[in-house]
């Protein structure tokens, strides 16, 4: 089968990829639609170290098809989302709503694939830029099958990434001012996710100007795109002049974090979703920080996926939660350098990879 396998080098286009077949508490799924998000970028530039040989993609949706004789969640032909967390459901982490703290759900490296007999990882549990995948049970997440499934991919990372980390997180409330550094997948979901939760103002910073129409459509009140001189904590003062109650930094850059802590109120809230290079440092002046002010990271938006992916369809077929609009552009596996060329260009909210050839 066809798959996008990073060598440590480059990531090609793989036509002699295969699965192995499942085991106990495992799934086999064919993956239909995939979301690049830019944690796959890391990977290839080395933000992220992942060990090669890998599938990349972790942001997927498809339809299950092979169950472990143990398996009870799921069943052939259900239509899924997939989470990357490949939490235990066991551990007191687990047991007390908190799969992100299950030490399963991170680290656990597996090779599923073999490219010739060279057996060939999963990144983040997953590997969905390929046909098929084989993941523990709850991985997959039900979902009706009259949701698109390249809607419903972008769940699995930027979606519940992003409006995870505004309800589970930050538990934004009513009335409270917001601003987003980033409009790409994540922070647009943090922007609709702010949107959802009746935040005011909802500030959208980016660097890309083509980005104001997304971020506006996705429910920010205001838009401000700094030049190389510009002093964004200025531009967000002018509208704020005490500062916000929550930046959530979705970049993964440095000095954008320290900038997030400049543009705090009294009693506001730093969310860290970008991920800099591994063993970045950042700084910030501590004594701006001890009017009950606080900086937080969120992985994966602290989601429970078994409660939190169901919610996000729930809000979709309500018209409350913008998933279509999310796709800015279709892209065949075999165009994957294509897609990585318009994300980098700015041109995408996301960009899904349409995996069956
Ligand atoms: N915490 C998590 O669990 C988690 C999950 C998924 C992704 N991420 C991380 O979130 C980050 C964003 O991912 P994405 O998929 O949304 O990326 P993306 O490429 O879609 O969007 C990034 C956006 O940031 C903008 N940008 C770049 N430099 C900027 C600057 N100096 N000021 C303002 N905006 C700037 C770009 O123009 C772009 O619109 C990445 O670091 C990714 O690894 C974290
Ligand atoms: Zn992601
Ligand atoms: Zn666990």
């Given at each position: 089968?066809?798959?996008?396998?990073?060598?440590?080098?480059?990531?090609?286009?793989?036509?002699?990829?295969?699965?192995?077949?499942?085991?106990?508490?495992?799934?086999?799924?064919?993956?239909?639609?995939?979301?690049?998000?830019?944690?796959?970028?890391?990977?290839?530039?080395?933000?992220?170290?992942?060990p090669?040989?890998?599938?990349?993609?972790?942001?997927?949706?498809?339809?299950?098809?092979?169950?472990?004789?143990?398996?009870?969640?799921?069943?052939?032909?259900?239509?899924?989302?997939?989470?990357?967390l490949?939490?235990?459901?066991?551990?007191?982490?687990?047991?007390?709503?908190?799969?992100?703290?299950?030490?399963?759900?991170l680290?656990?490296?597996?090779?599923?694939?073999?490219?010739?007999?060279?057996?060939?990882?999963?990144?983040?549990?997953?590997?969905?830029?390929?046909?098929e995948?084989?993941?523990?049970?709850?991985q997959?997440?039900?979902i009706?099958?009259?949701?698109?499934?390249?809607?419903?991919s972008?769940?699995?990372?930027?979606?519940?990434?992003?409006v995870?980390?505004?309800?589970?997180?930050?538990?934004?409330?009513?009335?409270?001012?917001?601003?987003?550094?980033?409009?790409?997948?994540i922070?647009?979901?943090?922007?609709?996710?702010?949107?959802?939760?009746?935040?005011?103002?909802?500030?959208?910073?980016?660097?890309?100007?083509?980005?104001?129409?997304?971020?506006?459509?996705?429910?920010?009140?205001?838009f401000?795109?700094?030049?190389?001189?510009?002093?964004?904590?200025?531009?967000?003062k002018?509208?704020?002049?005490?500062?916000?109650?929550?930046?959530?930094?979705?970049?993964?850059a440095?000095?954008?974090?320290r900038?997030?802590?400049?543009?705090?109120?009294?009693?506001?809230?730093?969310?860290?979703?970008?991920?800099?290079?591994?063993?970045?440092?950042?700084?910030?002046?501590v004594?701006?920080m001890?009017?009950?002010?606080?900086?937080?990271?969120?992985?994966?938006?602290?989601?429970?996926?078994?409660y939190?992916i169901p919610?996000?369809?729930?809000?979709?077929?309500?018209?409350?939660?913008?998933?279509?609009?999310?796709?800015?552009?279709?892209?065949?596996?075999?165009?994957?350098?294509?897609?990585?060329?318009?994300?980098?260009?700015?041109?995408?909210?996301?960009?899904v990879?349409?995996?069956?050839?």
């Open positions: 089968m066809r798959g996008i396998v990073w060598n440590g080098k480059e990531a090609t286009v793989e036509t002699d990829l295969t699965v192995r077949d499942i085991r106990a508490g495992e799934v086999r799924v064919r993956i239909e639609a995939a979301g690049l998000c830019h944690s796959d970028v890391s990977v290839l530039n080395g933000t992220i170290m992942f090669p040989p890998v599938v990349l993609g972790h942001e997927g949706a498809g339809v299950v098809t092979q169950v472990a004789a143990d398996v009870t969640n799921v069943k052939v032909g259900d239509h899924v989302v997939l989470s990357t490949g939490n235990c459901g066991q551990c007191g982490a687990c047991d007390r709503g908190k799969p992100t703290f299950c030490r399963q759900s680290g656990k490296l597996s090779r599923p694939f073999c490219l010739g007999d060279q057996k060939v990882f999963q990144f983040a549990n997953l590997g969905v830029f390929t046909e995948t084989v993941v523990k049970a709850t997959a997440i039900a009706p099958d009259d949701v698109p499934l390249t809607s419903a972008l769940i699995g990372c930027g979606v519940l990434t992003g995870g980390a505004v309800f589970n997180r930050a538990k934004v409330s009513h009335g409270e001012s917001v601003v987003v550094i980033g409009v790409g997948g922070g647009l979901n943090a922007i609709q996710g702010a949107a959802l939760a009746d935040a005011l103002p909802v500030i959208a910073i980016d660097t890309n100007p083509t980005k104001e129409t997304y971020a506006k459509a996705f429910g920010a009140t205001h401000l795109c700094p030049g190389p001189d510009d002093d964004v904590v200025e531009m967000v002018e509208i704020c002049p005490n500062g916000v109650d929550y930046v959530f930094e979705c970049v993964g440095t000095p954008l974090i900038a997030a802590t400049d543009m705090l109120d009294w009693g506001g809230t730093v969310v860290m979703l970008g991920v800099p290079k591994m063993g970045s440092e950042a700084s910030f002046v004594n701006t001890y009017n009950d002010k606080t900086i937080m990271g969120c992985r994966y938006g602290s989601a429970r996926p078994q939190d919610l996000m369809v729930r809000l979709y077929r309500q018209g409350r939660l913008k998933l279509d609009e999310l796709v800015s552009a279709t892209y065949d596996l075999a165009d994957f350098q294509q897609a990585l060329d318009e994300l980098h260009e700015g041109r995408l909210a996301r960009g990879l349409t995996v069956q050839s």
